[in-house]
């Protein structure tokens, strides 16, 4: 999505001869979304980068789904997850439909060099650093980051030495994660009414131009796992440049959008892919019309599964409810939903809220994964009883 750049080494123009210092050519490769049609980046390689050597199927853990039936609000307590292994092989599924997966991960090994094909990858880190290594570039990560990962971006996980277990939200989409069509201009460009702008999104700043043979990617497609041998290392790439690349936002340059009353959901909406939309609740001053309700209203939101990930903060609409943090609550389209009892009374007068909470809504319902099976209390469909 987001916007233009260009980083290390490239000619002039595009699709002309581009000649190594030994004087062989540097091996262009086209990487577009769409077919040819949609956003695109250009990367030049010291190798062909379609050398393999061999193709391994991968075993890979069932997953098995079940419908969220019958139709109950739910509530995950993801920091009762087993910690180990990486952010790849090791993330537990906790819902998902045709259009997403959604899941967490807590543990502390780096992660083999991994292409997702079946669809982006928005992965928001709640604790732990480390370096997310691409065929672009590195990023840096920290608590509060979503990285945004195109659709068969080779990368890997590297965590700091000095790092605690690194705790994340994965969320897997079909198609493209960008930034809300509303907030931007006809060329792309952020509007000044989004709530943050290209300053707040960092892509890599240099290739890593890495050298390397018979190098293993694995890759997640629609059959399965399976295992690229590749002759050349993917990441000897000494330039590239265009529109397509992941970067990461931190949560916490989300300018917040604030109003006399309550404001919908919607204004803290921070990307969308086809059927989902991610949104960032952050520290913020609540409504200040003088008999303004800051507890939001029962809401049926008929179209929606609306899943909440808390990650900092009391979470004051959830007051006896035993959300906490790592809690995440799906609240499934045909239940109407709301604040818990005693919590509209009691946000009266209150002036601003240190929450922190990534939300993210679906627009076909979720099955429920073993992840979610794991750490499920059971007692939240219950938590609106006001004679409880
Ligand atoms: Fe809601």
Redesign the pocket.
């Known amino acids: 999505m987001p916007y233009y750049r260009s980083v290390g080494e490239i000619p002039a123009k595009r699709h002309v001869q581009f000649r190594q210092p030994d004087g062989s050519l540097y091996a262009e490769e086209l990487m577009g979304e769409e077919g040819f049609s949609f956003d695109s980046a250009l990367l030049y390689h010291k190798h062909i980068p379609t050398g393999l050597r061999a193709i391994e199927a991968v075993e890979a853990e069932d997953q098995g789904t079940t419908p969220n039936h019958p139709l109950t609000p739910r509530h995950f307590k993801s920091h009762q997850l087993k910690a180990g292994g990486d952010v790849v092989r090791a993330r537990a599924l906790l819902m998902t439909n045709e259009d997403c997966a959604i899941s967490y991960f807590v543990g502390s090994d780096d992660s083999e060099l991994y292409k997702n094909a079946t669809g982006d990858e928005m992965v928001f880190i709640e604790q732990g650093t480390g370096t997310l290594e691409t065929v672009f570039g590195a990023i840096s990560f920290e608590p509060g980051d979503y990285l945004v990962i195109p659709a068969s971006v080779i990368h890997r996980y590297v965590l700091d030495d000095s790092s605690e277990k690194v705790r994340a939200l994965v969320l897997e989409t079909r198609g493209h994660i960008g930034p809300p069509k509303r907030y931007l201009s006809r060329n792309g460009q952020l509007l000044e009414h989004a709530p943050y702008c290209e300053r707040d999104l960092h892509g890599p700043a240099a290739p890593l131009n890495r050298e390397g043979s018979n190098v293993e990617v694995l890759v997640k497609h629609k059959g399965g796992m399976t295992r690229f041998i590749y002759e050349h290392h993917p990441f000897d790439v000494v330039g590239w440049d265009g529109c397509l690349y992941p970067y990461k936002f931190s949560i916490h340059d989300f300018e917040p959008i604030t109003g006399r009353i309550h404001q919908p959901?919607p204004v803290h909406q921070t990307f969308e892919a086809p059927g989902v939309v991610v949104c960032s609740f952050v520290p913020r001053l609540f409504d200040y019309h003088p008999e303004a309700i800051p507890a939001?209203y029962n809401?049926a939101?008929v179209d929606s599964d609306?899943v909440?990930f808390y990650v900092e903060g009391n979470f004051m609409s959830r007051k006896g409810s035993g959300i906490e943090r790592g809690s995440l609550s799906l609240?499934p389209a045909g239940h109407t939903?709301?604040p818990q009892p005693g919590s509209v009374e009691a946000s009266i007068g209150k002036e601003r809220t240190e929450e922190l909470a990534v939300?993210i809504d679906t627009f076909k319902p979720l099955d429920l994964g073993p992840g979610a099976r794991d750490c499920e209390d059971d007692g939240y469909a219950w938590t609106w009883l006001e004679g409880r």
Do not use: A, Y
């Open positions: 959901p939001p809401h939101n609306e909440l609240h939903h709301g939300m």
